[in-house]
């Protein structure tokens, strides 16, 4: 702790050092993306995404999309910590067992509860969410090709599974509604997505070939994961999820399922991704590390807040301090 308050005491002196510019990067398109589902995954021109009937022994979140971005000429090894990022995807409903062509607009979480009791959902529509990715079965997120399959035995079903960072995590969210089928396991719970789908210009529906964006501010958890993710492969992958209800397709209302448009897609629908590098001491988030970002980072610390979680352990304690000191101490990139 001595050492915590005399590296306390040494930064101010340095805040106000310049910083080199951060990196940045982007891609106009995955390098390779599928829908996945237990009885079709592969590369398809659009992605359905819709969670199963629940209370059955289906994973809830039934049929998603996966993309996978990489950056040639990027140095990825040498990266500082990824502090934002926006992903972007297409609405494309356009089918005979949806003539009106619309999703309704729902911008904001839904709690677990709200899938069990409808009545407990106090708007219209469902989300549609951003989460990050672990492989399942082995795999390697270097080594993955668009030839790959997809689907494994039960209970993990799927390779890519998407993940949250509640408590520190990285969590698996497959059932986060029902809860896994296996002794022992966890009960369904509340999930915490990197990001909801936004729009422009919409009103309660969504048009078909509207852009969706998922604007990210990843945690302390979120972002060292994601960091890491693309230091160690080069690569950075995504699901996007959401749980209409996949029994009532076709039915109109809040339970037309969302379908998103992949590189397969005709046209310029293709999905992408912009990402910004900075220094893991920019706790605001708003590109500059200053006397701000210190205070806010204490104040969090001060009361164990989990944006005080430096390195991701799921607590706070002094090696969280210390590593933020630290960060700040070196300024920006």
């Not at 969210?173 to 002794?183: N, R, W």
Request: proline fraction near 8%.
């Amino acid at each position: 702790m001595r050492q915590a308050f005399a590296a306390l005491f040494a930064v101010p002196a340095l805040a106000a050092a310049a910083s080199a510019a951060c990196p940045t990067a982007a891609s106009s398109a995955p390098f390779a993306d599928f829908w996945v589902y237990g009885f079709g995954s592969g590369a398809t021109t659009y992605a359905p995404t819709f969670g199963s009937p629940f209370n059955t022994t289906d994973p809830d979140r039934l049929g998603y999309y996966f993309a996978v971005f990489e950056f040639p000429g990027l140095d990825a090894g040498t990266l500082p910590p990824i502090s934002a990022l926006t992903f972007e995807v297409t609405l494309l409903n356009s089918s005979t067992f949806d003539p009106t062509n619309t999703v309704l607009y729902d911008p904001t979480y839904d709690a677990r509860a709200s899938y069990l009791d409808r009545s407990l959902d106090e708007d219209p529509g469902r989300p549609i969410e951003l989460y990050a990715v672990e492989l399942a079965g082995g795999r390697d997120l270097a080594a993955l090709r668009e030839s790959d399959s997809m689907y494994l035995p039960a209970p993990e079903y799927y390779v890519p599974q998407p993940i949250d960072f509640g408590g520190g995590g990285p969590r698996r969210v497959l059932y986060s509604i029902d809860g896994a089928p296996e002794p022992g396991t966890a009960p369904g719970f509340d999930t915490e997505p990197l990001a909801i789908a936004t729009a422009e210009g919409v009103g309660a529906r969504i048009p078909d070939g509207t852009r969706l964006r998922f604007q990210v501010s990843p945690s302390p958890a979120a972002r060292a994961y994601l960091t890491e993710q693309i230091r160690t492969t080069g690569r950075i992958a995504f699901v996007v999820s959401s749980l209409h209800s996949a029994g009532e397709f076709g039915a109109g209302g809040e339970d037309i399922w969302p379908r998103l448009a992949t590189k397969e897609s005709f046209g310029t629908l293709d999905p992408s991704v912009q990402i910004a590098f900075g220094s893991a001491a920019d706790f605001d988030g708003n590109g500059s590390v200053d006397v701000n970002d210190l205070l806010g980072f204490l104040g969090a610390f001060r009361v164990g807040g989990a944006g005080a979680d430096f390195d991701g352990s799921g607590s706070v304690d002094v090696n969280d301090l210390l590593g933020f000191l630290g960060a700040f101490r070196a300024g920006g990139c």
